[in-house]
């Protein structure tokens, strides 16, 4: 058995293979090739992923999250402050303990942050497990290139709690030119390759050679203060502004109406890396009053035009800190879930004089649609993934139909022509709408996951299409 490679990042982690000559990073239950860092308690249950982060509203005091920022550091370290200030969590002093109280008891649980990296890397296990179909204990995990050996044995001690047989630590710029095959077919001749990483929480660029297989890193630049969510924070102040300018009250200094309005936000910034607008809506947001409104692309680069700016200054000092023009530059990898904004690739396109072919993007060949009937009984076609689309991607689709119906079924089109069918059967007769959820999410080589969910009964059915549309 291969071993699997782990990265366990501020906001989010993942789990790769080697398959078919490349990196391939596998999907979790929910469809999805990225989990939420995030951990919940409750009671005396663990959540630990997507529904922690979507419980977070509720349950803000009990969750945990970025707690890789304070893995292996005192309490006393800078870093380890601005989490503890952050943190919704109480967090005791010295032992660097969270403090989770239980809902039904005046009891209160102590939870280090290792032990919650354990729970994370173990939903990592999982995860590989249920792909590969067998056991999994050999892993390589990924650390930042600025991690100390107190952060790095934390990460470790975590992982191995967890299951791991931790095999090494590698750098993320290494990773990152390694899932690439970057330099490993070159048997001589030295360049330059620059890692430009834009994760959920900091920003890093590292300039590295390449020399005859081997990596050396010349510099490395990270920024704590810019990541995805600065542009979540900031579409999420507009889209309060736009909520004080048609009713007239100020959300902004509420907690609970904020953390709505920034899960919101942080899918209309996904949807608009590959559509030209996206749809904010909040049920409920302030006062029972809901809240919907549409952003263009244009519109968000706008808001957020002195964070792209932040985001490709440290390039350009980096380049100069080693004595390196735009031109030295052969290779330029991006990762990070935010390095997938058109405007930020295009941004570093220019800066470094790339053509657009310099960047290859793997995408949806032909449309995917969902079908779906009318009340007048006419097939309505409505596009998910329209022809072009960027992979990975993800998609939701909401189905209603009255509590009565006793199945519901998905159809899914390629172009015009059928391609699959998701059907939840003998449901129970409920007194509300029927409403089931279907998550879709289509990987780079074009497979298409698909999950529907029955909401009231909770109720679920997934299938996997191996071959649905890709191209390069």
């Known amino acids: 058995m ?191 390759v620059l890692v430009y990483k834009l994760g959920g929480t900091s920003l890093s660029v590292t300039a590295l050679e390449v020399n005859s297989g081997m990596y050396r890193a010349l510099a490395t630049h990270t920024d704590h203060s810019t990541g995805g969510e600065s542009f979540t924070h900031a579409l999420a102040q507009y889209l309060a502004a736009e909520f004080k300018k048609l009713y007239k009250h100020d959300v902004s200094s509420n907690p609970r109406a904020m953390m709505k309005l920034m899960n919101s936000a942080d899918v209309a910034k996904h949807t608009l890396s590959t559509l030209g607008g996206a749809n904010c809506f909040v049920d409920s947001l302030y006062d029972g009053m809901d809240f919907e409104c549409n952003v263009s692309r244009a519109r968000f680069e706008l808001i957020c035009s002195n964070l792209f700016n932040k985001s490709i200054q440290p390039i350009k000092s980096l380049l100069e800190q080693v004595n390196l023009s735009t031109s030295d530059v052969n290779t330029v990898v991006l990762s990070g879930g935010s390095a997938r904004i058109p405007k930020l690739q295009q941004m570093i396109r220019d800066l470094l004089v790339l053509g657009e072919d310099s960047i290859t993007v793997d995408c949806c060949a032909s449309d995917v649609l969902v079908k779906e009937v009318d009340d007048s009984g006419t097939d309505v076609f409505t ?41 939840l059967r003998d449901l129970e007769p409920v007194e509300e709408a029927r409403v089931v959820v279907a998550v879709l999410t289509m990987k780079r080589d074009g497979s298409l996951h698909v999950t529907c969910t029955e909401q009231s009964s909770g109720r679920s059915e997934a299938v996997t299409i191996e071959t649905a549309a890709a191209a390069s």
Do not use: W
């Open 2 to 192: 291969a071993a699997i490679g782990v990265h366990f990042g501020y906001t989010c982690a993942c789990v790769a293979i080697f398959k078919d000559g490349r990196a391939d990073v596998v999907a979790n239950d929910a469809g999805d090739r990225v989990t939420p860092a995030v951990v919940a308690y409750r009671d005396t249950e663990q959540i630990v992923g997507i529904a922690a982060k979507q419980g977070r509203i509720r349950n803000a005091a009990n969750t945990v999250v970025k707690v890789k920022q304070i893995l292996g550091r005192r309490y006393d370290d800078p870093a380890a402050q601005v989490h503890r200030e952050e943190s919704k969590c109480l967090v005791r002093k010295f032992i660097f303990y969270y403090i989770h109280e239980h809902q039904s008891t005046d009891d209160s649980k102590y939870v280090s942050p290792e032990e919650v990296a354990k729970l994370i890397f173990h939903k990592m296990k999982e995860t590989a497990q249920s792909a590969l179909g067998s056991d999994v204990k050999d892993a390589v995990i990924t650390v930042p290139f600025e991690f100390g050996e107190m952060q790095k044995n934390a990460l470790r001690n975590a992982a191995e709690k967890a299951g791991f047989n931790v095999l090494r630590l590698i750098h993320e710029p290494s990773a990152a030119l390694l899932a690439y095959g970057i330099g490993q077919d070159c048997p001589s001749g030295k360049s330059h």
């Open 383 to 423: 596009v998910l993934f329209p022809s072009g689309t960027p992979l990975p991607a993800r998609r939701q689709h909401t189905l209603r139909g009255p509590g009565s119906m006793a199945s519901v079924c998905l159809e899914l089109y390629q172009a015009q022509n059928p391609l699959a069918q998701v059907i």
